[in-house]
C-alpha cells in the first residue's frame, strides 16, 4: 500500500514556499494515495512559541490546508500533539539515531547558529520526532520541498538501523516526494536565500493571507537583474534547468519556476513564452496570476480562521483516525523492542 505522510509547522507567516514547495503537492497526491497531514506543533516548540499564537497559528496551518483543497474526508489532517504515539517513537528512535548522524544536520547547525549551547535538546533531536511522525504510520512517500531532503535521508536510515537491529521488516523506507518547478522558492530580495517564515524582512516572501496589493507590490519591488529575460536555451538536454545557470541569474529562476510552478506550466514553456522580455511586464503577468491563485485561497482562510469551532472539529476527526492507524503499529514496535504488555 502507498500511504503519503507530510508535515507543516505552525509557525506563522505561511508563504508561496510552503505553497508551492509542499501544500500544493499535498492537494495534487489525494487522489491516488491514502494521505495524512499533520501541523506538527511539536516541532514548533522546539524554538521558543508563545502559547496563544501556538494555537491561532495551529488553525491557521489547518485552514491553508482546507482553503488548497486537501479535503478531510479524503485525508487525515490533524496536528501531531493530538496523538501521543509520536512522542512515544520519537523517543525509541533517539535511541536507534547515532549522535553522529545528527550532527551532520544543516538544519541544526542553521537554526541553532552560533549559540549551539543555548539551543534546546528539542532542536537537535528534531530529525528523530520528524521520522516518528512518518513511519508511525509506515508512510511509503513524503512530499516535501527540498530543504527537507536531508531530514527525509535520515528517515530512512532510522527506519533501516531499527530494522536491522531488532530483526525485523517492520517500516518501509519512505521516498521523498520532491515534484514541481517550484522545490526552493528564493527570497524575493535575495535570490541566493530560501523564502523563509523567519526572514525578518515581510517583503521577502509572499505570505498565503497577502492582499492582492501586498501582493503587487512585493513582485514590483522584487530583485532582479540587468538583462532581458532568458529563453528556453538555458535549459539542458533533459529540459531541466542547470545548478550554473540558476546561479548566474537568481532572481530571474526563482521569478520564473514561480510562474512555472503557478500556472502548473512547464518550465520549457514559460521560458519560451518570456524569453527577451522586460522583469516589468514579467512582473506584471506575474502579479495577476498570483494574485488570481492566492486570493481565493486567503481569503478562504480567513473565512476559516474566524470560525475556530469547525476548524477544530477536523482535527478532533483526524486525530482519531490518526490515532487508530499508529496504535497497531506502536503496539508492533514495543513488540520488537522487547516492552513488556503486561
Ligand atoms: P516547514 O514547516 O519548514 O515547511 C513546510 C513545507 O514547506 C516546504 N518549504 C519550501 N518549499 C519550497 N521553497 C521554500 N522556500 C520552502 N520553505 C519551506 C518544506 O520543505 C516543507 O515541505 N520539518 C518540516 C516539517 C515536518 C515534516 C514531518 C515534513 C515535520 N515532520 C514529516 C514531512 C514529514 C518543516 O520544518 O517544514
Aim: proline share 5%; aromatic share 8%.
Amino acid at each position: 500500500m502507498k500511504r503519503i505522510f507530510s508535515g507543516v509547522q505552525p509557525t506563522g507567516n505561511l508563504h508561496l514556499g510552503n505553497y508551492l514547495g509542499a501544500i500544493k503537492n499535498f492537494v495534487a497526491l489525494q487522489d491516488d494515495y491514502d494521505c495524512i497531514y499533520c501541523v506538527v506543533d511539536m516541532h514548533a516548540i522546539t524554538v521558543w512559541q508563545d502559547p496563544k499564537e501556538l494555537k491561532a497559528h495551529t488553525r491557521e496551518v489547518t485552514a491553508a490546508y482546507l482553503a488548497a483543497g486537501v479535503d478531510p474526508k479524503r485525508c487525515i489532517i490533524f496536528n501531531q500533539s493530538q496523538v501521543a504515539e509520536h512522542a512515544e517513537l520519537a523517543w525509541i528512535f533517539n535511541c536507534v539515531a547515532r549522535l553522529g548522524w545528527l550532527n551532520r544536520m544543516t538544519q541544526f547547525k542553521e537554526k541553532a547558529g552560533k549559540h549551539r549551547e543555548n539551543a534546546s535538546v528539542g532542536l537537535y533531536a528534531y530529525p528523530n520526532l520528524m521520522a516518528a511522525d512518518i513511519l508511525a504510520y509506515k508512510a511509503t512517500h513524503v512530499p516535501v520541498g527540498e530543504d527537507q531532503k536531508q531530514h527525509l535521508e535520515l528517515t530512512r536510515d532510522v527506519a533501516q538501523k531499527f530494522n536491522n537491529d531488532f530483526g525485523v521488516e517492520l517500516f518501509p523506507v519512505p521516498e521523498p516526494l520532491i515534484f514541481g518547478a517550484a522545490t526552493r522558492v528564493m527570497s524575493l530580495r535575495d535570490g541566493a536565500r530560501k523564502m523563509s517564515k523567519s526572514e525578518p524582512s515581510n517583503m521577502s516572501r509572499i505570505n498565503m493571507t497577502d492582499t492582492a496589493d501586498d501582493i503587487a507590490k512585493k513582485i514590483r519591488k522584487a530583485t532582479s537583474d540587468p538583462e532581458l529575460l532568458p529563453g528556453a536555451e538555458v535549459l539542458d538536454a533533459a529540459g531541466a534547468l542547470p545548478e550554473e545557470a540558476r546561479k548566474a541569474r537568481p532572481e530571474a529562476h526563482n521569478l520564473l519556476g514561480i510562474y512555472a510552478a503557478l500556472s502548473d506550466k512547464p518550465l520549457r514553456d514559460v521560458l519560451e513564452e518570456f524569453a527577451g522580455s522586460q522583469f516589468s511586464h514579467f512582473k506584471a503577468v506575474l502579479t495577476d496570476l498570483a494574485v488570481a491563485a492566492l486570493g481565493p485561497m486567503g481569503h478562504e482562510m480567513e473565512r476559516l480562521t474566524a470560525d475556530p469551532a469547525s476548524v477544530d472539529a477536523v482535527l478532533r476527526d483526524g486525530a482519531e483516525r490518526a490515532r487508530a492507524i499508529a496504535q497497531p503499529i506502536l503496539a508492533e514496535v514495543h513488540d520488537a523492542v522487547g516492552f513488556l504488555r503486561a
